[in-house]
């Protein structure tokens, strides 16, 4: 059972997305115009706050949750939808 009633910040939301999107931590830092250890902070944060461990979890709990919304991304690479 995950926590409820979790909030994220709207940097954490965009951090979040972008490792959904299959970006490293190193290229969502240069996305966002951060450091690498910036977005590794943020990561940290949501771990913490969705109390999981990686982020997989985190992104499977953040989607369940509805903090980031369910966007399968396969095929994308290749303008297929």
């Known amino acids: 059972m995950g926590p409820r009633g979790v909030r994220l910040t709207p940097t954490e939301v965009k951090v979040l997305s972008l490792i959904a999107q299959g970006h490293s931590s190193k290229e969502a830092a240069e996305k966002l115009v951060v450091s690498k250890r910036t977005v590794d902070f943020h990561l940290a944060n949501i771990y913490d706050k969705l109390q999981v461990n990686n982020r997989v979890q ?24």
């Open 58 to 81: 985190a992104l499977r709990m953040a989607t369940r949750l509805g903090l980031i919304p369910f966007e399968p991304i396969f095929g994308h690479a290749n303008g297929e939808a």
